[in-house]
Every structure is written in C-alpha cells, then in structure tokens.
C-alpha cells in the first residue's frame, strides 16, 4: 500500500517569504506527525494531531510555524515570513493510532532559504 | 538537554561480523524505545521496537537489549550486511507523550 507522501520534495524560497508544505498520511491513520531534522541531527518534534485537532503543538518554535489538518487526513505545514534558520529537512509521519508505537515517515521536504 | 544520546557518530563493520549500536537516554519517563534507519535522501524507516516493560526484543538479524537501570539500550545486527549501511536513530517515547525523542545518529558502514 501507499505510504506516507510529502510535497514539494524540495522548497527553495527566499527569506521573508510564506511557504506551504503538504503531507498525505497513510489511509485510515489517525495519527499525524511533523519533525524538522537540521543537519546533524535527530528528528526534532513540532507538532501532533489526532483527527482534525492539533493534540500536542508544543514543539512549534514559534508563532511563524503553523499547521492544519481540516478533514483529519492531509496536513499542511505553514511558515510565515521564512528564516534561513528554518532551513531543514521537514518530515512527516502517521501511525494507525496515537500513544506508544511506531511512527511511518514520509521522505521528507528539503527546505532552503536564501 | 538532550534526552536521548548516540555517543558514536560512527561506526564501521566487517560485512558478516555483529554490529552494535549504542544508545543512553535520561528521560525516565520513557517506556517504549524505538530504531529507525535511514538511507540518504529517505524518511526513516522503523526497524525494530522495545516496551520497556521487556530486556530483549528479536526480529530476524535484528536483536535490541534494554537495560532499564542503566538506562541504556543497544542495537544488534547479526551477521551484518552491505545492505545495512545507513544512519540509525534511536528514539523513545514515554508516558502519554505522542511525541518520539531522537538520538542524534550513527552512521553504520558494513564493509564487503
């Protein structure tokens, strides 16, 4: 079966702009998941939703990083007014159910600012 | 702080000998352990899984151990494989948290 997608798998965009970066979980996985990975490093969480709701947003660096699942399915992460700070690797995952258990990850989207 | 250390940023392996990889965490309220892999350019792929509540868990050539004490887990790949190079992160996740608190890596290279 499909796994986890991410788009775009690359994302240049200048500092200051606003980016959108799309995430279409595993069928019937109520669990989704953002991590950022900066280079040299382990996955970092940002945020948990279970369903439509945002459970657990407390690893979001700030109020420039948002993120929306409105069907309970895709999710987009939003970033407004782009750092080169933010530039990282942006993954995403999904498991059947939340709690304790395995985590299915995305290839990720590679973003960049100038 | 981090919760969770990969003390060896690297690791190289005779193909056909183990491979250990090593993992410390500090998080007592961890209760289940988990390793990933990692091709370049990929997402991480599960390998295997521990509650915490076990001290060994098998899947094929893949056998992690926890030592809850010492607050310590490893990785053994047993023989080890060309196919096997790759980053693997060791993550845990406790106590009602959803979410997964990642090592910084070791890269493994198994060597023909």
């Known amino acids: 079966g499909a796994g986890v997608s991410q788009t775009p798998s690359n994302k240049v965009t200048e500092k200051g702009k606003y980016v959108e970066l799309r995430c279409d979980p595993i069928?019937?996985?109520?669990?989704l998941y953002w991590y950022r990975q900066s280079l040299g490093q382990g996955p970092e969480f940002l945020i948990y939703f279970q369903g439509t709701g945002a459970a657990d947003d407390s690893g979001l660096p700030n109020d420039r990083f948002f993120a929306v699942r409105p069907e309970g399915s895709v999710s987009t992460l939003k970033i407004q007014r782009t750092e080169r700070g933010d530039s990282a690797v942006y993954l995403c995952?999904?498991?059947?159910?939340?709690?304790?258990?395995?985590?299915?990850f995305g290839p990720g989207t590679r973003l960049t600012v100038t | 702080d981090q919760q969770v250390k990969q003390n060896s940023p690297s690791l190289s392996v005779q193909e056909g000998r183990i491979s250990i990889l090593n993992c410390d965490y500090t998080?007592?309220?961890?209760?289940?352990f988990l390793w990933y892999k990692k091709y370049p350019a990929e997402g991480p792929t599960f390998l295997i899984s521990i509650s915490s509540i076990k001290d060994k868990n098998e899947d094929g050539r893949f056998t992690v151990f926890l030592n809850k004490s010492a607050k310590h887990l490893s990785l053994h790949i047993v023989p080890s494989q060309p196919g096997d190079s790759a980053v693997y992160f060791c993550?845990?996740?406790?106590?009602?948290?959803?979410?997964?608190?990642f090592g910084k890596g070791t890269k493994l290279s198994v060597i023909p």
């Open positions: 993550a845990g996740n406790g106590a009602g948290s959803y979410q997964l608190t």
């Open positions: 069928s019937g996985h109520t669990a």
């Open positions: 995952a999904s498991s059947l159910l939340g709690g304790a258990g395995e985590q299915y």
């Open positions: 998080n007592s309220m961890f209760d289940y």
